[in-house]
């Protein structure tokens, strides 16, 4: 199947800084969401983003699909921002592939 | 829209009982999904269903668990005889299928302690 490759797997910001995590894939993809986990496993919709840039306030997102990567930017970091970010792609119409995710803490 | 419910949040149960999931996804959602996540791992693709059809089932769905969709509603992940391995969180998602590639809605999940 796809593999999908997340980096870096942990991240420690201060608040108020800025990060970008970055997303990996080894075939061409339908669909590639971010999503964030919060502390009580709940995943929560960042982007439904399979090429192109978006924009949701602090947070945006790029897909470079003909190069197979997606980069997450988290501008002004905050300590809510704080659990695990994964990156998930889709090929055809069925079931995502997800990374292992990036851990990030931000730090009062 | 008060998005995908689970029920249960939490189960404990011992080595060799049945448990039975619940997931209630987006209405007018005509996709729902099963995965599952351990800790420290991103979500698996356990099954999904397309209305009441189960399409496809993963090599992780082994003969002891069975999902429905009887009515192209609600689903239900049942999983017979349960082992220690099987402690996970049971994760639903739905979506709306229009094309190629869809943007997936997950539950809260089902956190599922084996002892």
């Known amino acids: 199947g796809i593999q999908v490759e997340q980096s870096p797997p942990d991240l420690i910001l201060q608040e108020g800084a800025n990060s970008t995590l970055r997303c990996n894939f080894s075939?061409?993809?339908?669909?590639l969401q971010w999503f964030h986990q919060n502390p009580w496993g709940q995943l929560i919709n960042l982007f439904y983003?399979?090429?192109g840039t978006k924009q949701n306030g602090r947070l945006s997102a790029t897909t470079v699909a003909t190069e197979r990567y997606s980069l997450l930017y988290i501008s002004s970091s905050q300590t809510t921002d704080s659990g695990v970010y994964f990156c998930?792609?889709?090929?055809?119409?069925?079931?995502?592939?997800f990374g292992t995710g990036t851990r990030l803490t931000v730090i009062p | 829209d008060t998005g995908v419910s689970q029920n249960p949040r939490h189960k404990i149960t011992k080595r060799g009982q049945n448990v039975t999931f619940r997931c209630d996804p987006i209405?007018?959602?005509?996709?729902l999904y099963w995965y599952r996540q351990t800790l420290g791992q991103g979500p698996e693709f356990l099954t999904y269903?397309?209305?009441?059809?189960?399409?496809?089932k993963s090599r992780l769905l082994s003969d002891r668990f069975s999902a429905e969709r009887p009515k192209g509603s609600f689903s239900t992940l049942e999983i017979q005889r349960t082992e220690q391995g099987d402690s996970a969180m049971y994760l639903c998602?739905?979506?709306?299928?229009?094309?190629?590639?869809?943007?997936?809605?997950f539950g809260p999940g089902t956190r599922l302690t084996v002892l």
């Open positions: 998602a739905s979506s709306l299928v229009r094309g190629l590639g869809d943007e997936q809605f």
């Open positions: 075939d061409s993809v339908n669909n």
């Open positions: 983003i399979p090429s």
């Open positions: 998930a792609v889709q090929t055809g119409a069925n079931n995502l592939f």
């Open positions: 209405s007018e959602h005509n996709r």
């Open positions: 269903f397309q209305n009441e059809a189960q399409l496809e």
